[in-house]
């Protein structure tokens, strides 16, 4: 990525780990928005994870999406330049007409992405494909369906630097790794697991 890229307003995700059921009316409601079709294909994701034994047992959810990095690996590796950050809202897209597709380049920003974000359907030489953060809604004023189809409201989006003065600047959570190469535009509220 351009280091002398400017953007104009980062938009972020925040996570609540400790309000998340793992319900997976995000999911569902993703799939719906965006008419992605049954099969390995999934803009977003959910981890369970299970930790401890009675009489301390821990079981808790992490959401997985694109991150909407500050330093996307994916743009890096991608030679077709069909992938690019959004100079008005840092959003990263996929121009998937300008992809190549896995089976010709080997899928080089799905090895590259640290959270196994590029996602691929089952068709012959998929084209990668990702959460674009439902970049159409921003333009309607409207935050990402996920954000309005939590019914535990573990989820909000915005501006990474309003979201940090809301709810602080957490990078850590159980199931989730922090990127400093990357730095993922997410702030967590974590449910920590406490071993006895």
């Not at 400790?18 to 009316?25: D, H, I, L, S, V």
């Not at 993703?30 to 079709?37: G, S």
């Not at 959401?63 to 950050?85: M, R, S």
């Not at 640290?114 to 998929?126: G, M």
Request: proline residues 7%; aromatic residues 10%.
């Amino acid at each position: 990525m351009d280091s002398e890229m400017k953007i104009k307003l980062q938009l972020g995700l925040y996570f609540d780990q400790t309000r998340c059921t793992g319900c997976y009316a995000c999911i569902v409601a993703c799939k719906d928005w965006h008419n992605i079709p049954a099969g390995p294909a999934s803009w977003l994701r959910v981890h369970s994870i299970e930790k401890g034994i009675y009489p301390n047992p821990y079981l808790g959810f992490f959401v997985v999406l694109c991150y909407q990095c500050i330093d996307p690996p994916c743009i890096t590796v991608c030679h077709e330049n069909a992938i690019f950050k959004r100079e008005d809202d840092g959003i990263v897209v996929v121009d998937r007409k300008r992809c190549l597709g896995r089976d010709v380049c080997g899928g080089k920003c799905s090895d590259i992405c640290p959270y196994n974000v590029p996602q691929y359907d089952a068709e012959d030489n998929p084209k990668m494909q990702k959460c674009n953060f439902c970049l159409e809604r921003w333009s309607e004023g409207k935050k990402p369906i996920c954000v309005c189809s939590c019914p535990t409201r573990a989820l909000d989006a915005g501006p990474l630097m309003e979201l940090q003065v809301k709810y602080g600047d957490g990078k850590k959570g159980e199931g989730f790794n922090y990127s400093e190469r990357c730095k993922p535009s997410i702030i967590i509220h974590p449910k920590l697991y406490l071993a006895t």
